[in-house]
């Protein structure tokens, strides 16, 4: 095997669900007062460990609830766990909602430097990279008017235009993105198998479609109530996650 | 973790700024205009108000306010607009993990370039009221990084506490409101009972307005104990904010 790009190392995540959630300062001391404030935890990743190499494709699978969405993030960095760590070797691009630091009083062109800057790009690489975006997403007619008078289309193509010019060492994709219109579904969608099977990367996606995980993956994790339920080779692991749900 | 190393997102920053610069000039028809006009209307009015009761204590009276509406309202400006800095980006930092920092010192750097456009009316009123131009102004940009880092400090325990507590603006629109008063901007100290004052002293912005005006009225180099004690405002708070923030901010998320 080569060298592990993600290490997941006994990562758990317990969210606070506080009962009367305080969100404000009164309220706060108030219930500080009447000693009303009541806190429960609730385990959403319990004792996770994985590691993905270098070059693997690696499917994330399980019912709505499961703590996907949460092992992305801590992978990406958006939440601490509360025990155990997430390494991640090299540079990494979420493609998790794309396109959220957007704002609509900057023209096309200067959003594309500031949602760079966010993914973390540096000047750098980005400048020389701008035309190449522009060309992708075929929005050259319209890159320097305000993304207020863009559709939600146009939106959509522009962020996978940025997401998708890097070569990312690790990608994390929470469900394949389809974006715009037909055309460029078929477009970012090659881009998006293109990026994936760059040898040098690894990927982590999560996706409910076992079709596409047996295509794509190398191996898949199935994760159940926040522990991992199984994992193994594609194959493997979709027949059995496939049995059980036929079973219920 | 390298995503949170504020200091690889120079870039950030820049882009950053540079939006909260067009969003405050751009959109106003006056645009940079307005920021030159904004305190000068100020201390036109608090001249006519107060000028009769003050003007024969203090020289160059109109100075003398602006120079204390300029550094008050800077500060201002850093709490009002930092405070609010991670709450207005709560989807963004919900879905790409980067240093949060760089939201509220963005605002803040966004204020500390309109304070250096302020300036410029600073001058024009030192011209025509016949304020003599010293050496000592060449301290103006000590005085400003000294109150930028009192603000950021400030920005970033108001900015922690509001995530955490959404009510946190009103309280601050109270105490802002408040502070305005207790500063000696449009009077001066020496109108505050002998026993108070050394109350009003112990205010980061008195100490930090008079640092200007010493530089700027008397067009002195401040005293070794006025630079202590501004060294002290800024350093001390800006200490606790950052302190309060890295320690916090892992939370953030949650609340967002
Ligand atoms: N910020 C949060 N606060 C509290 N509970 C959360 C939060 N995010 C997710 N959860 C809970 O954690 C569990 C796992 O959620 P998630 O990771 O989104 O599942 P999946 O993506 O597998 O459908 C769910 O029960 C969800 O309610
Ligand atoms: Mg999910």
Known sequence: MEKAMVEVQHVTMDFRRDCNRTTHLKEFAVNLLTGR??????????????????????????????????????????????????????????????????????????????????????KAFLLPKVEQIIDYSELRDFIDMPLKTYSSGMLAR??????????????????????????????????????????????????????QLREMCDRVIWLDHGRIRMQGAAGEVCDAYEREAAAT | MHKKNIFRYGFLLEQLVKRNFNTKYRQSVLGILWSFLNPLLTMAVQYLVFSALFRSDISHFPVYLLTGIILFSFMN???????????????????????????????????????GLSLIPLGGAMLLSGTPLTPALLLIPAAALLTFCFALGM?????????????????????????????????????????????????????????????????LCPSAGQWGMCLLAAALPLALGVFVFRKTQDRFVFHL
């Not at chain 2, 709450?87 to 966004?110: D, E, F, H, N, Q």
């Not at chain 2, 001066?188 to 307005?209: G, K």
């Open chain 1, 37 to 122: 404030h009541h806190i429960e935890k609730f385990r959403a990743l319990d004792d996770v460990t994985l590691t993905v190499p270098q070059g693997c494709v690696m499917g994330l699978i399980g019912p709505n609830g499961a703590g996907k969405s949460t092992l992305l993030k801590v992978i990406s960095g958006i939440y601490r766990p509360s025990g155990g760590q997430a390494l991640v070797h090299g540079s990494l691009v979420p493609m998790l909602e794309l396109g959220s630091g957007f704002d609509a009083d900057l023209t096309g062109r200067e959003n594309i430097l500031l949602n760079g800057a966010i993914l973390g790009y540096s």
């Open chain 1, 158 to 211: 522009l962020a996978f235009s940025i997401a998708s010019v890097v070569e990312p060492d690790v990608l994390i994709v929470d469900e394949i993105l389809s974006v715009g219109d037909e055309h460029f579904q078929r477009k970012s969608r090659a881009r998006m198998l293109e990026l994936m099977k760059g040898s040098s990367r690894a990927v982590i996606f999560v996706s409910h479609n076992l079709q």
């Open chain 2, 77 to 115: 400006e850093c709490v009002t607009l930092g405070m609010d800095a991670i709450v207005a980006s709560g989807p963004l930092i919900k879905k790409v993990a980067m240093p949060m920092a760089v939201y509220p010192l963005s605002r803040c750097i966004t204020a500390l370039i309109g304070l």
């Open chain 2, 155 to 219: 920005s970033l325990l108001m900015c922690t506490l509001n995530v955490f507590f959404r009510d946190t603006r009103f309280l601050w629109s109270v105490a802002s409101l408040l502070w305005t008063y207790a500063t000696p901007i449009f009077y001066p100290i020496t109108i505050i009972p002998a026993a108070w004052q050394p109350v009003f002293r112990l205010n980061p912005m008195y100490q930090l307005i008079t640092f200007m005006r010493t530089i700027v009225l008397e067009g």
